[in-house]
């Protein structure tokens, strides 16, 4: 970038000054850096401690489980997406408020669970978690 003209001193200069435009965003910069710590943690609080304690079993839920190998359980008895949407289906209509826990494989493909996630949305049943072991 040349800083002085050549030729005619008449003759405007044909190249822009970023010079200052850069100065300006490195500012910022600093400015930004310096304020987006105080400003995400501005307010204090105490969060629960809580526990990962196993819930007890109650009678208006169900389990729907998948192994290794893809087969599907519904309480532990095998059964098929067709049953189960259709087991389903009819727990729903007798209870509205009835929860169901899927426990799978670690190896089971994501297309199984959200096919399962699908089939209980399906069902009517909002109330879906999933089991895991305590680590």
Do not use: C, W
Request: charged fraction near 20%.
């Amino acid at each position: 970038m040349s800083f002085g003209r050549m030729g005619e001193k008449q003759e405007p200069m044909s190249e822009m000054n970023v010079i200052p435009l850069v100065d300006i965003m490195l500012v910022l910069l600093v400015v930004f850096i310096v304020t987006a710590p105080v400003v995400t943690h501005s307010v204090v609080i105490q969060l629960p401690q809580a526990t990962s304690e196993p819930t007890e079993d109650v009678p208006d839920q169900h389990t729907i489980a998948v192994d290794a190998e893809g087969r599907l359980y519904l309480d532990d008895q095998p059964t098929s997406f067709d049953q189960l949407a259709r087991r389903l289906a009819e727990t729903y209509l007798h209870n509205p408020e009835v929860a169901v826990f899927v426990r799978a494989d670690e190896t089971t493909q994501y297309a199984e669970i959200a096919k399962i996630m699908s089939t209980v949305r399906n069902a009517g049943i909002s109330r879906l978690g999933f089991e895991s072991r305590p680590e």
